[in-house]
């Protein structure tokens, strides 16, 4: 139910004043129509009428809900009836009318809404606070509790909470978790509201970002804040190191995997004892997240068909890839070792101890720091990243689905994206935000050329995400450790296979 | 051998006291000397990680975060040179502390009180008394412990979720209780185990020549062997202090709203997702370790000797 | 009444409360965790009753089962003597009756009281391989560098050598323990002529036995139980090699969802606990000194 338009607000004791002496020139328009007795009767009347209940009632509920007023109309109304006890037949009519200005009045809930971040929080906790504001002025009738727990326990403490019927109404969940989560019985399915709310256009959505939303045909979030992993490099230690711009190799199509490796080798320099001054990169992303990136690169993946696919990182193009990022750290020793790539990347880029960082496109965090953004090299076979939303979602058991969805509708709006990207630094999830978000991030975030920023998300993929997510990571991460620590590839990926494709096992039935 | 010392405990004690304080006289000084050298070298080891928090608590968020390189940054990382006193304040008042703190205190003091009393009355009984099912009793006591707590803290956290409860959603979560409750029936095996292992090295005679007296089998809990330990009850208190202070599974299970929680949850919401506020969270857990350190440093005065030779002497 | 009767009733009337909570807190919990080890449990769905295949899985299907199993037990034999008698070493000198002692105990005890996370970054630190303490150390006595938690080899010793910092609770329960020792056996020692060795061997180890014995009980049942700093450190790696128990139970509980195998891993656990446990029992019996008789 839509609210009519506003059109100017009047204080409830105007009004009254307004109804006072509009009720007296009624009654004089009355007088003049006709009938001197019932004149006579209608004066008396109004006198009582205007200190009475019924026209003060009208007038408060009109003013509460904000409802644009004609001034004399509401008199004449207030004036017709009191002349009711008089004309009986043009009583009922007005009465009716009353009645339709009258709105019930939305019952006051409360709806409780998390994520894992404090309100206190530079960036996300200024957005979160905001739309809470914005949400409850336009929902009056709405109270928004908000909640958090930290990131590392966060999805234990929700499902222990559905667990217990009492998980939050609206939450954030992250991405790759969310299937099981819907799978498990935990979301409420948004298709529906999606439809029936004009002004949300889901159309406008990067498409694969909603891919991690979709589980058994069904929408079950939105993706929410998100980002690409991109290069994010030191351009002071490039310069030293006598390594070009990154985007203006890019630009001319020298960004590939043989001038990554240079660069790296140049950054890179080591003291006598041959430990590691300066180090090309950090960790080359041998975890699942990173390795993606690298067998899409190379034209390869891990799974041959999203959800219900079979391992094949074992194939010719996936071992090449993993071989590729393994042999950054264990033969040229150009990329951080897992004990160098422990600390924080932001930190060791910003303090010239690493060259590059793969990291996500937009980090609010890099604010200041000598840094530009670009876009990660082109391999044998695509110049592509991984892009990865989270997600926002519904308790499977609210009381609310209207009420929620309207909090993440407002908070995904055209407005509310392009927001996330000016206060919290994620990249935008929506079409039509593309290009606005380089506006926005210009010169913010140490990013002199946001249009890769725009081009990263568009080039980028998301992974296949299904509810054996993390069963599939924790299998390859230790692998993939062991590769790196000098195991043959070719070997080690081949007897993966057969665990990964036990673990997707029921998927394919 | 254990025998042939325990015939001879009570005898000689006057001569013995006199020779001991005359060896402690003739002691040459350097052997004192090199104790605290040793001594002070160990504790600068062990020392390490507190000062390491509170210097990284002095820093900005970018120097927290880098690797030192080399031993020498190692330690001058121990020495902020720039000290920002202001993440203190940052840390400290964004965030309700005081409130946090009110909670924290209310189920510390609730809980340890609770494990004392209702611990030690079980420990007492499984030490001194004979009871039909107490062999029973005990292993099942112990082996409570062995399950790990991840698993039975999702059907307890049922049971307090499902049971009608005061708190405003009916139930007992998102309210207190839920942490004080358990230590007021005993407080948990592994202290009813400590105390029982001191109540055993307490002389038995000692209960012996009370009940000759007519005390019955609670005063000889109350009055001889409560008495006589000092050191395990302190030992217990600081414990149950330290766990329920720094506590963080618990918590994060049973509560939800932001007025409810405790310091330790509270502290968490400084780590992020890919980032943490490595200053703002060691400024904050430096100053949470405070009231533990004092709570330790002033139980520790029930650790004195002589606390259970007082007791013997009024044998 | 006689005075077994009025024993018996006083002892029920004790252990009450306790027996009242176990019931309650714990007999329940472990009650359904059980009932869960023989079901498919996902948290919000229904409980579907599966018969001994979860027991069947751990067996067969599971290998980080046996990976996690492995680590446990090395963490655990291996370490659980080291810090126990580490722990009573640092408590000795600190029994004694030196000047400013207290500020000592403070001092010493002070790595149990970090919170984790504090601790957890500054062993990284330490274990790095390039600039670490660790390699520092080992570089001035001629001993090549490590990986440390880096490394597949050295992940296990590393985590031994850190949880030796914390036995600041250990080192407290030994300490109350040396404090029950009479002086006066000491005094009657040495006026027989014995060393402080031998002082330690004939009057300090046999009298605090009990308190030696529940520091290894409890320490088993911890070490077994192994899980923050893994978590927080490693996550399980370098190549599964800090894989410990728990934490491969907590995958399958909240990562997973699968809640009813969770359970059996713990039941698992608690048998594998229950029998080093049994033995513990079972051989205190030799070196065990009580000033009562259990029964």
Redesign the interface.
Same mark, same amino acid.
């Given at each position: 139910m839509k609210m009519p338009f506003k059109k100017r607000s009047i204080g409830r004791r105007t009004l009254l004043r307004y109804s006072v002496a509009g009720g007296a020139a009624a009654s004089f328009a009355a007088a003049l129509g006709g009938c001197g007795e019932t004149q006579v009767v209608t004066e008396t009347k109004i006198q009582e009428v205007v200190k009475e209940v019924p026209v003060q009632k009208v007038v408060t509920k009109i003013v509460k809900e904000e409802v644009p007023v004609e001034i004399e109309k509401v008199v004449t109304k207030t004036v017709k009836e009191v002349v009711v006890e008089v004309q009986e037949k043009v009583v009922t009519k007005v009465v009716e009318k009353v009645v339709e200005v009258e709105k019930p009045k939305p019952q006051a809930l409360t709806l409780v809404f998390s994520t894992?971040? @404090?309100l206190?929080?530079v960036g996300h906790g200024v957005y979160t606070q905001k739309y809470i504001d914005v949400y409850q002025a336009k929902y009056p009738h709405v109270t928004i509790? /908000? &909640?958090?727990? @930290?990131?590392? =326990?966060y999805?234990?403490?929700l499902?222990?909470?559905? $667990? $217990? *019927?009492?998980a939050p109404d609206v939450f954030a969940y992250s991405g790759i978790?969310f299937p099981?989560f819907v799978?498990?019985? *935990?979301a409420y399915p948004i298709d529906e509201l999606v439809r029936t709310d004009a002004e949300f256009e889901i159309e406008d959505f990067v498409e694969q970002s909603l891919r991690l939303s979709v589980v058994d045909g069904r929408l079950w979030g939105i993706p929410h804040i998100g980002n690409a992993w991109a290069v994010l490099y030191n351009q002071q230690v490039l310069e030293e190191a006598g390594v070009e711009d990154i985007n203006e190799m890019d630009a001319a199509g020298r960004w590939n995997w043989e001038t990554h490796l240079e660069a790296l080798q140049k950054i890179t320099t080591r003291d006598d004892a041959g430990?590691? =001054?300066r180090i090309g990169m950090n960790d080359p992303g041998l975890n699942v997240l990173g390795i993606h990136s690298w067998a899409w690169q190379n034209g390869g993946n891990l799974l041959n068909q999203p959800g219900l696919g079979e391992f094949v990182l074992n194939e010719p193009a996936g071992v090449a890839a993993v071989e590729w990022a393994a042999d950054l750290v264990r033969n040229h020793q150009v990329a951080a070792? @897992?004990?160098?790539a422990?600390?924080?990347s /932001?930190? =060791?880029l910003?303090?010239g &101890?690493f060259g590059l960082i793969y990291g996500?496109a937009i /980090?609010s &965090?890099v604010k200041g720091f000598p840094v530009d953004v670009a876009h990660p090299p082109s391999g044998p076979a695509a110049q592509t990243t991984v892009f990865h939303p989270n997600t926002l979602g519904i308790a $499977?058991k609210t009381k609310f689905p209207e009420e929620s969805w309207n909090l993440i509708a407002l908070q995904l709006s055209k407005q509310g994206d392009l927001d996330q990207t000016k206060i919290m630094g994620v990249i935008s999830r929506r079409k039509s935000n593309l290009l606005k978000m380089a506006e926005v991030v210009k010169g913010q975030f140490g990013i002199g050329h946001p249009e890769v920023v725009a081009q990263v998300i568009e080039n980028g993929r998301t992974f296949d995400v299904t509810e054996f997510q !993390? =069963?599939i990571g924790?299998a390859i991460? @230790?692998?993939l !450790? !062991?590769i790196r620590?000098g195991d043959d590839a070719q070997t080690k990926l081949d007897e993966l296979k057969p665990?990964v494709d036990?673990i997707l096992a029921p998927r394919r039935g | 051998m254990p025998s042939r010392v325990a015939a001879r405990r009570g005898t000689g004690t006057d001569n013995a006291v006199r020779i001991k304080s005359l060896l402690i006289r003739v002691r040459p000084v350097s052997y004192r000397v090199l104790a605290y050298a040793a001594m002070i070298a160990v504790s600068l080891v062990l020392i390490l990680p507190l000062l390491w928090l509170f210097a990284a608590s002095l820093k900005t968020p970018q120097l927290v975060g880098a690797t030192p390189r080399g031993i020498g940054e190692f330690f001058a990382a121990l020495v902020p040179t720039d000290p920002h006193f202001e993440n203190y304040v940052e840390a400290l008042t964004k965030r309700p502390f005081g409130l946090w703190t009110r909670n924290t205190s209310i189920v510390v003091v609730a809980a340890t009180v609770g494990t004392l009393l209702t611990g030690s009355m079980a420990a007492y009984a499984f030490a001194r008394l004979r009871f039909r099912g107490k062999r029973f009793l005990f292993t099942t006591t112990l082996s409570t412990l062995m399950l790990p707590f991840i698993v039975t803290m999702v059907p307890q956290f049922l049971m307090f979720a499902k049971v009608p409860g005061p708190s405003s959603a009916g139930n007992w979560t998102d309210t207190l209780w839920p942490l004080i409750l358990p230590h007021w029936f005993g407080g948990g095996a592994f202290f009813i185990f400590l105390m029982r292992q001191f109540f055993m090295t307490i002389p038995v005679e000692l209960d012996e020549a009370a009940r000759m007296d007519g005390a019955g089998f609670f005063r000889c809990y109350w009055q001889i062997t409560l008495p006589l330990s000092g050191p395990v009850l302190a030992t217990v208190t600081i414990f149950s202090f330290i766990s329920n202070w720094n506590e963080f599974l618990a918590p994060l299970i049973y509560l939800a709203s932001r007025q409810n929680q405790t310091l330790a949850l509270g502290l968490q919401s400084f780590r992020g997702e890919f980032s943490t506020d490595y200053h703002l969270l060691m400024a904050a857990s430096a100053t949470m370790t405070v009231p533990v350190l004092l709570v330790f440093f002033f139980m520790q005065r029930y650790f004195l000797r002589g606390f259970v030779m007082s007791g013997l002497a009024g044998r | 009444m006689s005075l077994r009767q009025r024993e018996e009733i006083a002892a029920y009337l004790l252990v009450a409360p306790w027996v009242l909570g176990l019931l309650l807190f714990t007999a329940f919990p472990m009650g359904a965790s059980l009932a869960l080890s023989f079901s498919e449990w996902n948290f919000l769905g229904d409980i579907k009753f599966v018969g001994l295949d979860n027991y069947r899985a751990m067996f067969t299907r599971d290998r980080d089962f046996v990976v996690s199993l492995g680590n446990t037990a090395y963490y655990t034999f291996i370490g659980v003597p080291l810090h126990t008698a580490f722990a009573l070493l640092l408590a000795l000198p600190l029994s004694s009756k030196l000047k400013g002692i207290r500020y000592f105990r403070t001092a010493w005890y002070v790595p149990s009281v970090t919170p984790a996370v504090a601790s957890a970054i500054l062993w990284i630190l330490i274990y790095h391989p390039d600039f670490g303490l660790a390699n520092t150390l080992l570089g001035l006595v001629k001993v090549p560098p490590q990986g440390w938690i880096f490394d597949s080899t050295m992940a296990k010793p590393a985590f031994i050598i850190m949880s030796m910092w914390s036995v600041g609770g250990q080192m407290i329960i030994f300490l109350a323990g040396l404090q029950g020792v009479p002086q006066e056996l000491y005094d009657a020692a040495s006026i027989d002529g014995a060393g402080r060795l031998r002082q330690f061997r004939h009057v300090t180890l046999p009298l605090i036995s009990p308190i030696t014995f529940f520091n290894l009980v409890i320490g088993l049942i911890g070490s077994f139980q192994i899980f923050t700093a893994a978590y927080i450190m490693t996550n399980g790696g370098p190549a599964n090699q800090t894989l410990f128990y728990v934490l491969h139970l907590y995958r399958n509980a909240f990562e997973y969802l699968k809640f009813g195998y969770a359970s059996t891993l713990a039941w698992g656990l608690f048998v594998i606990i229950l029998f080093f446990t049994g033995l513990q029992f079972l051989g205190a019996k030799r070196w065990v000194y009580y000033e009562v008789k259990v029964d």
């Open positions: 894992w971040w @404090p206190e929080m509790e /908000y &909640r958090n727990w @930290p990131f590392g =326990e999805h234990t403490k499902l222990t909470q559905a $667990a $217990a *019927g009492t978790f099981k799978k498990a019985g *935990g430990k590691a =001054e070792s @897992p004990a160098d422990f600390g924080n /932001y930190a =060791e910003n303090n &101890r996500w /980090y &965090r $499977a !993390q =069963e924790n991460t @230790p692998v !450790q !062991q620590e665990v036990d | - | -």
